[in-house]
């Protein structure tokens, strides 16, 4: 018999599942992708499969805020985070994965867990009673989003996220390109750091690839779609290039510190594409989420240098994603308000990105373990990643701005009388210390 019910095997429910399990706390785990259900985005029934990009992105703990949240993980046993490392491809000073390897490894370890049960089926209604964690994602299946909206009382908040097309490497023409990071940085696990492919443009290719995304035929929208805003983190790349000329050149597709070895210069504009599988034979294009209809997105990117031959993998695609006005609804441990026996993880409270969802689902899991073991935690300090994410989730933001959000060092406290240059390294210093003491350690790690 099952202590808790969470709903939704994504990154989420999975890291709540293993950390109530691990304290020894029988959890029924709800997946309803293998039930002859799926979501317009998965293509597997795996757990915790990644479905937009393959990266978790900066694994530098010193100076980034996403970084020092993977050490927080960590060092609190997350699954995500020990599933990532065997899976783990070449990808600069980012933490990136084989997505079928780092699936398999999170649905397999909780498979084998004595204390979680994986059930696939479809949950339409919210229980009524009983320990609950909501972990169903953006993708919320229509019926279960209703209840929740029933139970929150408000309307849901809504806003597209756009996938990137895969390339298969071997098509790259590689006499057109060149393999480098930006500035030649190396990453955590060393190499040369030479782990994207950089197709580079001059102006006239890069003014007519632009037109053609703006011209492009697009995917037309649903009339309950029409109306949805996008986040800005997961911009489709000709929303951006609608925005002027240059944008793309100052985002995605920015060729500072990229020297092209056959000129010893800059390009006037770059495309990345990063390893998106452990034997090396998928490429992902970096940024390149779009909305563009299958047939134009061929006949455009393949007028991208190198990729003139380019076959594709997976195309770009759009889907629409929901979220809760959590800062409204949930207390500082995840409960709704209106109904303190569900809990809810992940990004559909709002948080945004692969690791700030799980991590999310971490908490969730911890709080519910807590509470069911007569054992309640101390607040998590907002000095951490951890705490400072968990702020903006549970109300250190106006409720009517409310939009998904990353973990950035605007969500900490800020720091006084230190230089701009040291401030990052001196608030994950304060961070880790934060956490330790939290942790009952005597010595940060």
């Given at each position: 018999?099952?202590?808790?019910?969470?709903?939704?095997?994504?990154?989420?429910?999975?890291?709540?599942?293993?950390?109530?399990?691990?304290?020894?706390?029988?959890?029924?785990?709800?997946?309803?992708?293998?039930?002859?259900?799926?979501?317009?985005?998965?293509?597997?029934?795996?757990?915790?499969?990644l479905v937009c990009s393959n990266s978790f992105r900066s694994d530098d703990a010193d100076k980034n805020a996403v970084g020092l949240l993977h050490q927080e993980m960590r060092r609190l046993g997350s699954l995500i985070m020990a599933q990532a490392e065997p899976a783990k491809v070449p990808a600069g000073s980012a933490l990136a994965v084989d997505r079928h390897i780092f699936s398999d490894g999170v649905t397999r370890a909780l498979a084998e867990?004595?204390?979680?049960?994986?059930?696939?089926?479809?949950?339409?209604?919210?229980?009524?009673?009983?320990?609950?964690?909501?972990?169903?994602?953006?993708?919320?299946?229509?019926?279960?989003?209703?209840?929740?909206?029933?139970?929150?009382?408000?309307?849901?908040?809504?806003?597209?996220?756009?996938?990137?097309?895969?390339?298969?490497?071997?098509?790259?023409?590689?006499?057109?390109?060149?393999?480098?990071?930006?500035?030649?940085?190396?990453?955590?696990?060393?190499?040369?750091?030479?782990?994207?492919?950089?197709?580079?443009?001059?102006?006239?290719?890069?003014?007519?690839?632009?037109?053609?995304?703006?011209?492009?035929?697009?995917?037309?929208?649903?009339?309950?779609?029409?109306?949805?805003?996008?986040?800005?983190?997961?911009?489709?790349?000709?929303?951006?290039?609608?925005?002027?000329?240059?944008?793309?050149?100052?985002?995605?597709?920015?060729?500072?510190?990229?020297?092209?070895?056959?000129?010893?210069?800059?390009?006037?504009?770059?495309?990345?594409?990063?390893?998106?599988?452990?034997?090396?034979?998928?490429?992902?294009?970096?940024?390149?989420?779009?909305?563009?209809?299958?047939?134009?997105?061929?006949?455009?990117?393949?007028?991208?240098?190198?990729?003139?031959?380019?076959?594709?993998?997976?195309?770009?695609?759009?889907?629409?994603?929901?979220?809760?006005?959590?800062?409204?609804?949930?207390?500082?441990?995840?409960?709704?308000?209106?109904?303190?026996?569900?809990?809810?993880?992940?990004?559909?409270?709002?948080?945004?990105g692969y690791v700030e969802s799980a991590a999310i689902g971490l908490l969730a899991g911890r709080f519910a373990a807590a509470e069911i073991l007569g054992q309640p935690l101390a607040p998590l300090p907002g000095e951490t990643a951890l705490g400072a994410l968990l702020g903006h989730v549970t109300g250190n933001v106006e409720t009517a701005d409310y939009q998904p959000m990353n973990v950035n060092f605007g969500l900490f406290p800020p720091l006084?009388?230190?230089?701009?240059?040291?401030?990052?390294?001196?608030?994950?210093?304060?961070?880790?210390?934060?956490?330790?003491?939290?942790?009952?350690?005597?010595?940060?790690?």
């Open positions: 018999m099952h202590q808790v019910h969470i709903i939704g095997g994504g990154l989420a429910g999975s890291e709540a599942a293993w950390q109530l399990a691990q304290a020894g706390v029988k959890v029924r785990l709800s997946e309803m992708r293998g039930s002859g259900e799926m979501t317009p985005a998965h293509q597997t029934d795996g757990l915790a499969e867990h004595p204390h979680v049960e994986i059930v696939r089926e479809r949950v339409d209604m919210l229980p009524a009673d009983g320990m609950t964690i909501v972990a169903t994602g953006p993708l919320t299946a229509p019926a279960l989003a209703a209840s929740i909206g029933q139970a929150a009382g408000i309307d849901h908040l809504a806003f597209f996220d756009a996938i990137a097309p895969v390339v298969h490497f071997d098509s790259i023409d590689m006499d057109k390109c060149w393999m480098a990071n930006r500035w030649d940085k190396i990453g955590p696990g060393g190499g040369e750091g030479k782990d994207y492919v950089n197709c580079p443009m001059n102006r006239e290719q890069y003014q007519a690839f632009v037109q053609g995304l703006i011209d492009g035929e697009k995917t037309e929208f649903k009339e309950w779609e029409k109306d949805t805003p996008y986040f800005e983190g997961c911009m489709p790349i000709e929303v951006m290039a609608s925005r002027g000329p240059e944008t793309l050149r100052h985002g995605p597709m920015k060729p500072m510190g990229l020297d092209d070895p056959r000129t010893g210069r800059w390009p006037y504009a770059v495309v990345q594409l990063r390893q998106d599988n452990a034997s090396g034979t998928l490429w992902n294009m970096v940024g390149f989420q779009t909305k563009l209809k299958h047939g134009a997105q061929i006949e455009l990117f393949r007028t991208i240098p190198g990729l003139e031959k380019a076959e594709f993998a997976r195309l770009g695609g759009l889907h629409r994603n929901t979220f809760i006005q959590s800062p409204k609804l949930l207390d500082a441990t995840l409960r709704l308000r209106s109904a303190p026996h569900i809990r809810f993880a992940g990004q559909v409270t709002g948080c945004e006084e009388d230190v230089k701009k240059k040291q401030r990052k390294e001196a608030m994950t210093a304060r961070a880790r210390a934060a956490l330790g003491q939290w942790l009952g350690e005597l010595q940060p790690a």
